[in-house]
């Protein structure tokens, strides 16, 4: 058998000689509640992501943002969810008031007769439910990436996931905001080949995960990128031979699109993995920052190898080119994380540049629960767990970018999105910048 692995060009998540990852003052977000006004309070709302341009700034339309989100009746339980999510947009003129505009593709799960989605009311969408992915805007034309979820051949609920995208829609601005029109066409882009990228066949027990597509756009080279959430086929050698740690194999794999064109990808090898260390490396985006290319990625507590600790968290990494080779930030790699006293507060985070800063905004998970693992939700009723489970944005952290350190040094408001051009408000007494 073909050890593709034995060649590995691309950098790793060690843990070595860093004394672990442990909570600071500069990378624990304060204590979250849910906001005052929720522009859908009745779907869960989770992974979210704002329309941008090909270079990576977040697109004004005619004045309007647009985020997307995973959404699902509030009625389920917050673990339901992921089998029936469906992407819903929001609009907003100043980045800060929401509008629910409904179901980017087609339907509507809440059951509305007048569902946006222009000429397509039936959801065509590939899979069985839709994951996360980008959305790119680029002179006009609307580019919807997203995670094809589930085999709609299969009579289970099944875990295929394959890249795809949404094309061909239109956006309108003439009437009282932004609605996106469709028909849509809808393509598979990629699926995992098996060498670079492991398939659903070759992955053990633990979650299988091919997915988050994210458009990025290298303002050094030009060269056009999907990054996405995948798993690394171990090789003999590592993790010293030791299959149990193997199993945890979570990378960032590549996708380059020679021509520039939005729907025609080819494979490139990951450019980081955490095997041995981390089985679920999740959402990955790049942020360019001073010539440094700052990469973020989504993780659990429950994800890490046995023997390692971490906790729910966005975790990052730096490197002086998209290829690597990337160093943990703040040593361990941990940027946000949530309160010792509210470990699940959040989760899946965003970062989005703004000036010297990063603004970070992740989905409100269950702000009040102080227990030492998730799955203890489970012993509760489902309407409990419903209660417990915000489905919301956060408020959005302002972190500061030092080089190889990075700083949570302000808040603002919950589903906060200030467009590149708003200066932001100076920052509160008790924070500060690093020290230079
Ligand atoms: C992160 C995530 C994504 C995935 C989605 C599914 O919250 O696991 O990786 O696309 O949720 O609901």
């Known amino acids: 058998m073909s050890e593709p692995n034995d060649d590995r060009t691309w950098s790793r998540w060690t843990l070595d000689g860093t004394g672990g990852i442990e909570r600071t003052e500069p990378t624990t977000a304060p204590a979250a509640g849910v906001p005052d006004s929720d522009p859908a309070p009745d779907l869960h709302i989770w992974d979210t992501w704002p329309l941008r341009t090909r270079s990576g700034e977040v697109a004004s339309v005619d004045g309007w943002q647009v985020l997307i989100s995973l959404t699902a009746p509030a009625d389920v339980t917050p673990g339901e969810r992921h089998d029936i999510a469906e992407h819903r947009y929001f609009v907003s003129r100043d980045g800060r008031e929401w509008t629910d505009r409904g179901p980017v593709f087609g339907t509507d799960a809440l059951g509305d007769e007048d569902a946006e989605g222009g000429d397509s009311p039936h959801n065509d969408a590939l899979g069985t439910r839709q994951w996360a992915g980008s959305a790119l805007y680029d002179d006009g034309d609307l580019y919807l990436f997203y995670t094809a979820a589930g085999d709609p051949d299969s009579e289970a609920l099944s875990y295929t996931q394959r890249l795809a995208v949404g094309h061909g829609a239109s956006v309108d601005t003439s009437g009282d905001g932004l609605t996106i029109e469709g028909p849509w066409t809808h393509e598979i882009l990629l699926e995992a080949d098996g060498e670079w990228y492991e398939t659903q066949a070759q992955s053990g027990e633990m979650t299988y995960t091919f997915r988050d597509p994210w458009f990025f756009a290298d303002p050094a080279t030009g060269r056009t990128h999907l ?109 946000v994380t949530n309160p010792a006293t509210a470990p699940f507060q959040a989760y899946s985070w965003l970062a989005i540049p703004h000036g010297e800063e990063l603004l970070v905004s992740g989905f409100l998970n269950y702000p009040g629960f102080n227990v030492d693992r998730l799955d203890e939700i489970a012993a509760l009723s489902g309407e409990e767990q419903r209660r417990r489970f915000a489905g919301t944005l956060t408020p959005t952290l302002r972190v500061a970018i030092d080089g190889e350190e990075t700083r949570i040094h302000g808040t603002l408001d919950h589903w906060a999105f200030p467009s590149g051009t708003e200066t932001l408000p100076p920052l509160a007494d008790e924070w500060s910048l690093p020290a230079e």
Request: aromatic share 12%; hydrophobic share 35%; proline share 7%.
């Open 227 to 335: 990054l996405f959430e995948s798993n690394t086929p171990a090789a003999s050698g590592d993790c010293g031979g030791d299959a149990d740690q193997q199993a945890f194999n979570g990378c960032v794999g590549l996708a380059v699109s020679p021509s520039g064109d939005p729907l025609d990808w080819e494979f490139r090898p990951p450019i980081f993995d955490s095997v041995c260390v981390n089985q679920e490396i999740e959402r990955p985006h790049v942020v360019v920052h001073e010539g440094r290319y700052y990469l973020l990625v989504s993780s659990h507590v429950d994800t890490f190898a046995p023997g390692l600790a971490g906790y729910d968290a966005l975790y990052g990494f730096v490197a002086d080119s998209l290829d690597g080779d990337y160093r943990p930030l703040n040593g361990s790699g941990l940027v």
